[in-house]
């Protein structure tokens, strides 16, 4: 097969994938956060902040949480609310507790054992969800869902590929050793004696 039926057949291929539908973007993993805030968020004007306020040795409470712009979280009666890890709570659309904003650093409830907290921010009429995990000071993992109003399962770090980047994947494969191939079999010198020749 030449080099130029190999370009066209890959383009062709490559023509027909589809693209990835939904990917669990993680914006921050394994952060202190206990000598100073940490905000992070997608968008520059929607962020979240997280900063560690104990106020007695054993407080089970001490992580303040703030928002701007369009950016909320989980909140019961005005107060940012967690859920905990086990077992694992989806954010979207029909969460319980519902989403609000918290423009004044707000204290949430019992952080200081695994808990997640659900996240949300706008863009044009879509909410994009997501969840911030931490333990006390420590947040674990911060991940967003790439695809608007689609819930997340608190916890998801990484999709699974599709079918169609598997298929390109194993195609891309086959035509470069198909490529390799080709280009060993010239390569190689014909050693072997003509049969015509005669001493």
């Known amino acids: 097969m030449s ?42 004007g929607d962020t979240f902040t997280l900063s560690y306020d104990s106020r007695e040795q054993f407080d089970p409470s001490p992580v303040l949480v703030q928002t701007s712009g369009t950016a909320q979280v989980t909140t019961v009666f005005g107060a940012p609310s967690v859920a905990f890890t086990d077992p694992p709570t989806t954010f979207g659309p029909a969460s319980f507790p519902g989403f609000g904003s918290v423009p ?8 200081l054992t695994d808990s997640d ?17 931490f333990a006390g000071s420590m947040l ?16 998801a770090t990484a999709a699974v590929p599709e079918i169609s980047t598997w298929a390109m994947m194993i195609l891309g494969f086959g035509f470069v050793g198909a490529g390799l191939r080709t280009r060993k079999a010239r390569m190689i010198p014909d050693l072997t004696p003509d049969p015509v020749m005669r001493i």
Not at 30 to 38: E, I, K, M, Q, R
Not at 117 to 133: E, I, K, P, Q
Not at 140 to 155: D, K, R
Request: hydrophobic fraction near 50%; proline fraction near 6%; charged fraction near 10%.
């Open 104 to 111: 004044v650093a707000g204290r949430a409830s019992f952080t």
């Open 140 to 155: 674990e993992s911060a991940a967003f869902e790439s695809t608007p109003n689609t819930p997340i399962l608190a916890g």
């Open 3 to 44: 080099r130029t039926a190999l370009y066209v057949a890959a383009l062709a291929a490559s023509a027909f994938a589809l693209p990835a539908s939904a990917a669990v973007v993680v914006v921050a993993s394994n952060v202190d956060f206990s000598g100073s805030p940490f905000t992070f968020g997608v968008t520059p």
């Open 117 to 133: 907290l659900g996240l949300r921010y706008l863009v044009g009429s879509d909410y994009f969800y997501g969840y911030a995990r």
